[in-house]
T-cell receptor, first 112, second 116 residues
Framework: QKEVEQDPGPLSVPEGAIVSLNCTYSNSAFQYFMWYRQYSRKGPELLMYTYSSGNKEDGRFTAQVDKSSKYISLFIRDSQPSDSATYLCAMSAGAAGNKLTFGGGTRVLVKP | GAVVSQHPSRVICKSGTSVKIECRSLDFQATTMFWYRQFPKQSLMLMATSNEGSKATYEQGVEKDKFLINHASLTLSTLTVTSAHPEDSSFYIC????????????FGSGTQLSVL
């Protein structure tokens, strides 16, 4: 069993819809939770960063962490075709700048 | 966000040759950088941790003599794939740790290596 599980998709939504992404994990030591966006053949771009449980909102993005369930989510409101990409969750036990354990990524397609 | 520059973005080489990939933090100092490898439609797999002024730490199963890492300054780490073979063809990505104001990792744009 992988430490971090993420549905590979693809997840196809119409423009303007809410995109809902999630990851589950098994290591209770994870304290820092990140979401990255990766376009094809590009490096990942940090979208959201959360420490421990709770919610965090930044523009159209909302990240949620439920440590009791070992479950994290990312919501993208008012999705745009430019949001079409692969979304990777990542976690760390020590600090956000330490070794990250990544999920496999979910490919998202936003159709105009 | 912080900028991490990675070069080259794409390289094609013959089997048996060596290839060097550079990773630079342009607007911050990075004592620690990480090197990842990514196969098509798969996630990033950590290869090694590069610390400025000291030897790199390799993950289990990564050949340190094949993937040479040098972190000679606070803004530059290099990965050299020695005696490359077709199975080394992959997408290589570096990341740099920025510690202020909040510790985060920022990634380079990746290098697609194709070994013929």
């Amino acid at each position: 069993q992988k430490e971090v599980e993420q549905d590979p998709g693809p997840l196809s939504v119409p423009e303007g819809a809410i995109v809902s992404l999630n990851c589950t994990y098994s290591n209770s030591a994870f304290q820092y939770f990140m979401w990255y966006r990766q376009y094809s053949r590009k490096g990942p771009e940090l979208l959201m960063y959360t420490y421990s449980s709770g919610n965090k909102e930044d523009g159209r993005f909302t990240a949620q962490v439920d440590k009791s369930s070992k479950y994290i989510s990312l919501f993208i409101r008012d999705s745009q075709p430019s949001d079409s990409a692969t979304y990777l969750c990542a976690m760390s036990a020590g600090a956000a700048g330490n070794k990250l354990t990544f999920g496999g990524g979910t490919r998202v397609l936003v159709k105009p | 966000g912080a900028v991490v520059s990675q070069h080259p973005s794409r390289v094609i080489c013959k089997s048996g040759t060596s290839v060097k990939i550079e990773c630079r933090s342009l607007d911050f100092q990075a004592t620690t950088m990480f090197w990842y490898r990514q196969f098509p439609k798969q996630s990033l797999m950590l290869m090694a941790t590069s610390n400025e002024g000291s030897k790199a730490t390799y993950e289990q199963g990564v050949e340190k003599d094949k993937f040479l890492i040098n972190h000679a300054s606070l803004t530059l780490s290099t990965l050299t794939v020695t005696s490359a073979h077709p199975e080394d063809s992959s997408f290589y990505i570096c990341s740099a740790r920025k510690t202020e104001p909040v510790e985060k990792l920022f990634f380079g744009s990746g290098t697609q290596l194709s070994v013929l």
